[in-house]
Nanobody, 125 residues
């Protein structure tokens, strides 16, 4: 049974930073691409960032470029999302997800087959 567990969310002031973690179990983590998505209240889930199995490729949404960093540690079966200069519009539930191999479309949620439960990030102004 594959399981993804996110952590690291919380309440922070605008301008602050957070590092989200996603721990995977139940499959060979190093074979899978990993992605981060987020869903704000009243909005659809949107792509944030993704990373290939060996970290040779990353992809970011336009809103994430420059402030977000994605990384992974295959030895720890964990993917990270570092968020700097947080803005109130970053407030959302952040989800990690996994896709086998290299997705055809890194930004498409349907390419990812297993999802975590999410971690809440709230940014106060």
């Amino acid at each position: 049974q594959v399981q993804l567990v996110e952590s690291g969310g919380g309440l922070v002031q605008a301008g602050g930073s957070l590092r989200l973690s996603c721990a995977a179990s139940g499959r060979t983590f190093s074979l899978y691409a990993m992605g981060w998505f987020r869903q704000a209240p009243g909005k659809e889930r949107e792509f944030v960032a993704a990373i290939s199995w060996n970290s040779d490729y990353t992809n970011f949404s336009d809103s994430a470029k420059g402030r977000f960093t994605i990384s992974r540690d295959n030895a720890k079966n964990t993917v990270y999302l570092q968020i700097n200069s947080l803005k109130p519009e970053d407030t959302a539930i952040y989800y990690c997800a996994t896709a086998f191999g290299r997705p055809t479309s890194w930004r498409t949620a349907a390419e990812y087959d297993v999802w975590g439960q999410g971690t809440q990030v709230t940014v106060s102004s």
